[in-house]
């Protein structure tokens, strides 16, 4: 069966392709929600296509809606309004309710709607406000049998009807909802951090295959945006893997001979440690291939880190791609912005620091755990390496080798620590984790210094301790 696009960016991607022909379906929320913005997109959608649409108002008057799509740059003059909101003597009564006496008032009201000559031919249907249909008549029984007899006569005429309605119940127990083919509700969810999100929840949707639950989306100046965190990239690599060098020679041997195509690299342990330059000495060995990658920061500036390249690592990157990521931003835009960056510039490295701050934009540790499924799983098939900086948050005594449950999912484990040696406080790291092979299990101290980069020691075979932090050296008897 023939699906048609809403017009909604993002939105056609959930429904895969869109609503079906001739079918009705329902849009929920609150006031302000962007029920009529939703709608408005839908008939512009269908006036690009050449198709006939028509709105049908139960809640504000054509001239009202006109002024509210003029912020959006659209123009409504082609859309057949149908306005019931002045028939209804909605706006200047105070009691809105009809006593339908007999069948011939009732079809006489559904007649008044359905036989308007604005309908014939019509393509698309934009129904709003039928909340108002409730206080017609005290008989809930009448008001189930209007919205019945107008969404069968929609139907017959295979237009495809979009109905709003404010949000009165609890999801999917109202009348309408039994009537309608697919169920869309507009949501504001407060997160963790005090950030207020715009969710679309598909509670519903018959006749076809979708991706069911939230999805979250911003009303922008071109209206409605959906960012669902859905599998996207159709492109596929070869197959083939390279054994890829970091550019650093102890830590490719610490590696077991480097990072393979395709894989998930975690790079885990406390502030100042080294892990994001560690990151950038191999998203700068990439650079040295002339491949492209990008590194995602919430905690540091694009200046900082082009500042570290240049000033520890004397280097000036050529096709490196550096995003800073505003906090506030919710976890579906930023996964399709990974996406989109992906499938513009087909990097061989994709690298988030730190994603810790993925836990306080998403909604749950389950979302944010099937997001970061869903990134490593595409980036596996093209072939690109997926880097994610874990920075550990307990005290410096306290051991962990990664948070937020995710060492699962990685095929390298880089785990760095604090230790003291003889009195000494040093930077250490481990490889504790090679899903394709061997790796040096051994610990080794990590230094930094400027204009060289990277400078790792050679193994620490003399000195136990790691658990506890604090290294000591074997002696003789030992």
Known sequence: ???????????????????????????????????????????????????????????????????????????????????????????SSNIMFY????????????????????LEGVDRVFIDGVGALRDLTK????SRRILVSITCFLNSIKATTLMACDMTEEFGKEIISYITSGEFILERIERKDGEILRVLHVLKYR??????????????????????????????????????????????????????EGSSVIIAGKSGLGKTNLCLQILKENDLRGDV???????????????????????????????????????????????????????????????????????????LLKTLRMIRTQLRDLGAVFICIDEIAEAMGVFRLTGLGISPHADYLISGRFMEIEGELVKTIAVVK?????????IRILDIKEGEGLRISEPLKEYTGIIKGVMTKFTSKQ
């Not at 090679?434 to 051994?442: K, L, P």
């Open 434 to 442: 090679n899903r394709f092979g061997n790796h040096e299990r051994s």
């Open 293 to 367: 990658g990008i590194i995602y920061t919430f905690d540091e500036s694009k200046e900082i880190l082009m500042q570290r390249l240049r000033g520890l690592f004397n280097y000036e990157p050529k096709n490196m791609i550096i995003r800073e990521v505003s906090p506030s931003v919710s976890l579906g835009k930023f996964y399709n912005m990974i996406i989109s960056d992906v499938e513009t510039y087909n990097p061989k490295i994709v690298a988030i620091d730190p994603i810790n701050y993925l836990a306080s934009i998403a909604l749950t540790v389950e979302e």
């Open 207 to 260: 006749g076809g295959d979708a991706y069911l639950g939230r999805h979250y989306f911003d009303i922008t100046r071109r209206g409605i945006v959906v960012y669902p965190i859905i599998p996207k990239v159709k492109r596929k690599s070869s197959g083939i893997k390279r054994l890829l060098s970091t550019g650093n020679v102890e830590l490719d041997s610490m590696l077991g001979g480097g990072i393979y």
């Open 99 to 118: 006593d339908f006496d007999t069948m011939v008032e009732i079809t006489s009201f559904i007649e008044s709607v359905t036989r308007v000559r604005e």
């Open 139 to 142: 008989d809930p029984t009448i």
């Open 1 to 91: 069966m023939e699906k048609i696009p809403t017009g909604i960016l993002g939105f056609d991607d959930v429904l895969k392709g869109g609503l079906r022909r001739g079918w009705t379906y329902l849009v929920k929320g609150t006031p302000g929600s962007g029920k009529t913005i939703f709608g408005l997109q839908f008939l512009m959608e269908g006036l690009k296509r050449g198709e006939k649409c028509a709105y049908i108002s139960f809640d504000e008057t054509a001239e009202e809606v006109k002024l509210q799509a003029k912020d959006f740059g659209w123009n409504l003059d082609d859309v057949y309004f149908i306005d019931k909101v002045r028939d209804l003597d909605i706006i």
